[in-house]
T-cell receptor, first 111, second 114 residues
Framework: DQQVKQNSPSLSVQEGRISILNCDYT??????FLWYKKYPAEGPTFLIS?????DKNEDGRFTVFLNKSAKHLSLHIVPSQPGDSAVYFC??????????FGTGTRLTVIP | DTEVTQTPKHLVMGMTNKKSLKCEQH?????MYWYKQKAKKPPELMFV???????INESVPSRFSPECPNSSLLNLHLHALQPEDSALYLC?????????????FGPGTRLTVL
């Protein structure tokens, strides 16, 4: 049973515009959420995280929003750049360190 | 430095072979992990080591045997694998097992079992 879901397998965005990647989860015990970026033939690279006690965390062009009541997480990238083209995974965990990953969204930023 | 290294990058083996995957980190992290990722699927946890002791084994078949010789190294010994074991094997490490400890991943080993 997939506890973390990314319902959009792909997303295309024009360079300079905002990219919004979405993630839903089912387990209300999750208390820490992360976004990873993955290029082909490489391992996932950590991008940004958020604790369940917050609703927003910002790091440069990347902002993660958490809506606990809706069990929904989103990653905003502004402005989008061609180098951002990759597969983005959201992940969640409870107090233990078992990460549950979503199925990924392939972002293509068009120059 | 958030680098986790893995060797080899690619490995092709027969079903009767014995091989090992290696993972190394020099970030002083005390928790290390093995994940398996099949094509178009998310990574799935296999094993977790904390302070060089196995703390989680996600019901992985015994043909996969992890080993943590010291706090910087993590091996995965492979024996009598099946073609369905072909996948990308990812190693990760984190400061500890606290909920806010971020896992950092290596580039992976692409394994093909013939």
């Amino acid at each position: 049973d997939q506890q973390v879901k990314q319902n959009s397998p792909s997303l295309s965005v024009q360079e300079g515009r905002i990219s919004i990647l979405n993630c839903d989860y089912t387990n209300s015990m999750f208390d820490y959420f992360l976004w990873y970026k993955k290029y082909p033939a490489e391992g996932p690279t950590f991008l940004i995280s958020i604790s369940s006690i917050k609703d927003k965390n910002e790091d440069g062009r990347f902002t993660v929003f958490l809506n606990k009541s809706a069990k929904h997480l989103s990653l905003h990238i502004v402005p989008s750049q061609p180098g951002d083209s990759a597969v983005y995974f959201c992940a969640a965990k409870t107090g233990a360190n078992n990460l549950f990953f979503g199925t990924g969204t392939r972002l293509t930023v068009i120059p | 430095d958030t680098e986790v290294t893995q060797t080899p990058k690619h490995l092709v083996m027969g079903m009767t072979n014995k091989k090992s995957l290696k993972c190394e980190q020099h970030m002083g992290h005390r928790a290390m992990y093995w994940y398996k990722q099949k094509a178009k699927k998310p990574p799935e946890l296999m094993f977790v080591y904390s302070y060089e002791k196995l703390s989680i084994n996600e019901s992985v078949p015994s043909r996969f045997s992890p080993e943590c010789p010291n706090s910087s190294l993590l091996n995965l010994h492979l024996h009598a694998l099946q073609p369905e074991d072909s996948a990308l094997y990812l190693c990760a490490s984190s400061q500890g097992l606290a909920g806010t400890d971020t896992q950092y991943f290596g580039p992976g080993t692409r394994l093909t079992v013939l």
